[in-house]
């Protein structure tokens, strides 16, 4: 019988979110050294249930080693994904299929990240190659949801998805390229923008590919939270080509064209079950409540064709770290001791190699089709997943790869298409399903509007607070 993890307690952070805990660090409410030990305790207190970090850090956090003065989240304890560079720390990427040697130098996002003033206190799990949709396997174990121990945190950054929705930190590293920072905040209650493409470094490498689905970001509980990491993160970087974002601290008063999509029939790919589209009709409702202009339209481009060519690139990505790993990797990877789904991904991309060129080309003018809807919308609402949260082993990286494929296409239909445009999307925690788990709903903007989901998001959360561990 699955628990709750609820890591919030009595001490130096209670139940503040990153903004409050760098206020009182500012003001000497709290110390910095506070701040770090209440962490690091949590973590201790919930990890063994949770399972969700993967190299502890605490010596250099209590030092300081990797933070960088000032910024305004100076001292927020966090964690980042265990798919960036840290120097001096392997990046193990989820799996046990590589050895993984110390890195010479941080990557360019974990830079960016800790120049917000953030202090680090290790690295966070994620599946192999952060492929499946979930944490089980048989090299990192399971990492398991704070709401409910029996379900799945969700994937890729499902490490930092349980430490921030148990409470541990208030912000995480997180990184998305097919709803990986969308699918747990769904899943766990919290808050997950995928930027746009470019707004911030990207995955190292990224940018040689044919088409740059991994975009960088963060886990929070709180828009505010959000709103600020993405305002300190520019002063370090940002893309001159699309307009910065500043601090955004509260709602537009702009109402929005706003357009969410009919329910697909039942056995079809991306069809909603009952609790996830009682959530799209109750926000709908909240939204025409809220005075914006609310449409239902019927789901616009072929899904089944879709998925077949964001597999066969997907396939790339997963035949390039298995088999051209000392390339891409600079480490050898034996292929013998890789998951089903992961050889099974590459396996489809050997055989379906010449189709690879036309795979990208369809997905270019699927992107293109799909942004042809903002010049009639100001925003696209779907949800994250068609789906509520399957417990653990739904995703069992000992099942076959066709039947994990059919079950991640079926769950995870939306988050894709944002990838695959660069625009922005974010996903808020608007729902509960009848089993008490969170159900996310996924909200989508032009590209480089990334501003005006951060507003939206600002006054659904205060029209509809949502839930948090200790408080559902």
Not at 74 to 79: A, D, E, I, L, M
Not at 405 to 433: C, H, M, Q, W
Request: proline fraction near 5%; charged fraction near 20%.
């Amino acid at each position: 019988m699955g628990k709750r993890v609820n890591a919030f307690t009595d001490d130096a952070l209670g139940n503040m979110d990153a903004t409050a805990i760098a206020e009182a660090i500012a003001t000497k409410t709290i110390s910095v050294e506070e701040a770090v030990e209440a962490a690091i305790a949590r973590a201790e207190k919930v990890n063994g249930e949770l399972n969700a970090i993967v190299i502890k850090m605490y010596d250099d956090a209590r030092k300081g080693s990797q933070q960088k003065a000032g910024g305004g989240l100076y001292g927020v304890p966090t964690f980042i994904k265990d798919s960036d560079n840290i120097t001096g720390y392997p990046t193990q990427l989820g799996t046990g299929a590589l050895k993984a040697k110390p890195a010479k130098s941080n990557s360019k996002f974990v830079n960016q990240f800790l120049s917000t003033g953030v202090r680090n206190l290790g690295k966070t799990t994620l599946p192999e190659f952060g492929l499946i949709c979930s944490t089980e396997n048989e090299r990192w174990g399971i990492t398991r949801n704070p709401w409910n121990t029996d379900y799945t945190t969700g994937g890729s950054s499902s490490g930092s998805a349980a430490m921030v929705a148990s409470g541990v930190v208030a912000i995480a590293s997180a990184n998305d390229g097919a709803g990986s920072i969308r699918i747990p905040a769904a899943i766990c209650g919290l808050v997950g923008l995928k930027p746009s493409r470019h707004r911030i470094y990207g995955l190292d490498g990224g940018e040689a590919m044919p088409v740059q689905l991994v975009h960088q970001g963060v886990l929070t509980r709180t828009v505010r939270d959000t709103a600020l990491f993405y305002a300190e993160a520019e002063k370090y970087y940002s893309y001159a080509r699309i307009p910065k974002l500043g601090h955004v601290k509260e709602g537009s008063k702009q109402r929005l064209r706003i357009a969410f999509f009919e329910n697909l029939p039942a056995g079809k790919t991306a069809s909603q079950d009952a609790d996830t589209y009682r959530t799209q009709k109750e926000t709908a409702e909240l939204l025409q409540s809220l005075g914006h202009h609310v449409e239902q339209i019927p789901f616009p481009l072929d899904v089944d064709k879709m998925v077949n060519n964001f597999l066969n690139y997907y396939g790339f990505f997963s035949y390039m770290m298995s088999h051209w790993s000392r390339l891409t990797l600079k480490t050898k990877v034996d292929r013998s001791l890789l998951e089903p789904f992961t050889t099974g991904l590459a396996e489809r991309f050997r055989t379906n190699m010449m189709k690879l060129p036309a795979s990208i080309r369809a997905m270019k003018k699927t992107g293109l089709e799909s942004e042809k809807l903002f010049h009639k919308y100001d925003v696209l609402m779907s949800p994250v997943l068609s789906h509520k949260t399957p417990k653990i082993g739904y995703f069992s990286p000992q099942l076959s790869y066709e039947e994990v494929s059919k079950r991640a296409v079926d769950f995870a239909s939306y988050t894709g298409l944002n990838n695959v445009t660069g625009a922005p999307a974010i996903s808020l925690p608007l729902g509960l399903d009848t089993d008490g788990m969170p159900l996310g709903v996924n909200f989508s903007a032009p590209y480089g509007f990334d501003k005006r989901l951060i507003e939206l998001a600002y006054e659904l959360e205060a029209a509809k607070p949502w839930r948090f561990i200790y408080n559902a």
